[in-house]
């Protein structure tokens, strides 16, 4: 027995353990249960007393020599964070790391909000969930206005008296804008809002918008129309038809909505523009007197103009999307297409 094991501690000795599967297997073979270790241990048992003593300690020594050999093999393999070397071909190309890319609805806010940072408007942002004076008392809505019905808006419990909603627009921004600071105010306010509407190809129950607001001594309608042809020149392009049609909103008097001539026929008529060859992309108009004074600036001494638009709509006018849908539904086969405008 004894030259047995001296056999064993030379075997022990060379064994290399390079990989996880190696050292098991080291270990099944000398150190488990059922392991050559464990066979000299009963057999160390038969042995008449004197023997026992020098095999005894020889034992211990082969054992002691296969755990350390176990250990150091195990840290080693994990230090140098095993990866199968001998299956790895240096020279073939690295695995490629799938790049993401910026939602469209992204892209476009970016360049909107770019466009206008550079004429000197300030972004501005606030709550989503609003109180009902943001959102409609202070922008001149009356009591009994339609947009305040149940059916436009999303009310949200509040426990108590007060009105709380999810913002219809980013107007409400405006609002805490003008109420705390004095004019000159050029800010644009990008964000989410949320209409109670049903989900179809054209309109969500979720959409993002830009509102702009410029308050001042003697701002203009020419003022409001200026700005408002550069925008759409940087966004669209020089050749950009651009016309004015009369609207109503609460909250501008005189107000106007703007259309753009149809990007995607040029004008002549198309399913996108319904023939008319135009496409209406905002509505605006100069601040009424009393959003200014609700707000505690000098209707007197200060106009403004305001001008909002929804980013979806410019978005799909810019990269001809027909469904408003695909961007909530977070397709990679569509989103994926966005990759080159990073
Ligand atoms: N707040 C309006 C909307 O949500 C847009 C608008 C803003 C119109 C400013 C006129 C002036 O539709």
Redesign the pocket.
């Known amino acids: 027995m004894e030259s047995k094991v001296k056999e064993l501690v030379a075997e022990v000795e060379s064994v290399s353990i390079a990989n996880p599967d190696q050292a098991e297997q080291f270990r099944l073979k000398y150190l488990s249960k059922k392991g050559i270790l464990a066979e000299l241990f009963e057999e160390f048992k038969t042995l008449v007393p004197e023997q026992r003593k020098l095999v005894g300690k020889q034992l211990n020594e082969l054992k002691q020599l296969a755990e350390k050999k176990l250990n150091e093999a195990k840290e080693s393999v994990a230090q140098n964070g095993y990866s199968g070397e001998k299956n790895i071909d240096l020279s073939l190309p690295a695995e490629h790391a799938e790049l993401g890319s910026r939602h469209p609805i992204s892209l476009v806010r970016a360049s909107i909000t770019d466009i206008f940072t550079k004429i000197g408007f300030t972004i501005s942002e606030g709550p989503e969930i609003e109180d009902d004076w943001h959102n409609f008392g202070a922008l001149n809505f009356p009591e009994d206005h339609p947009a305040r019905d149940m059916q436009d808006t999303f009310f949200v419990e509040s426990g108590n008296d007060e009105k709380w909603l999810l913002r219809?627009?980013t107007?409400s921004v405006q609002v805490r804008v003008m109420k705390n600071q004095k004019p000159p105010i050029r800010t644009i306010s990008p964000g989410r809002?949320y209409r109670n509407e049903t989900i179809s190809a054209r309109a969500h129950c979720q959409f993002h918008?830009v509102?702009g607001l410029y308050v001042d001594e003697g701002v203009s309608f020419a003022n409001l129309k200026q700005t408002l042809y550069y925008f759409v020149h940087e966004m669209f392009g020089e050749d950009i038809q651009i016309r004015f049609r009369p609207s109503f909103?609460p909250?501008?008097e005189p107000?106007a909505e703007m259309d753009i001539s149809c990007i995607i026929c040029g004008g002549k008529g198309c399913p996108v523009c319904k023939q008319s060859g135009w496409v209406e992309i905002?509505?605006?108009?100069m601040v009424h007197p009393n959003v200014l004074e609700n707000c505690g600036i000098d209707s007197k001494k200060y106009t403004g103009y305001?001008?909002?638009m929804g980013i979806e709509r410019i978005t799909m006018l810019r990269y001809q999307i027909k469904d408003l849908r695909m961007f909530f539904e977070n397709d990679m086969r569509f989103l994926s297409q966005f990759k080159s405008v990073l």
């Open positions: 219809t627009h107007s809002v918008q509102e909103f909250f501008t107000s905002l509505g605006c108009g305001a001008f909002g």
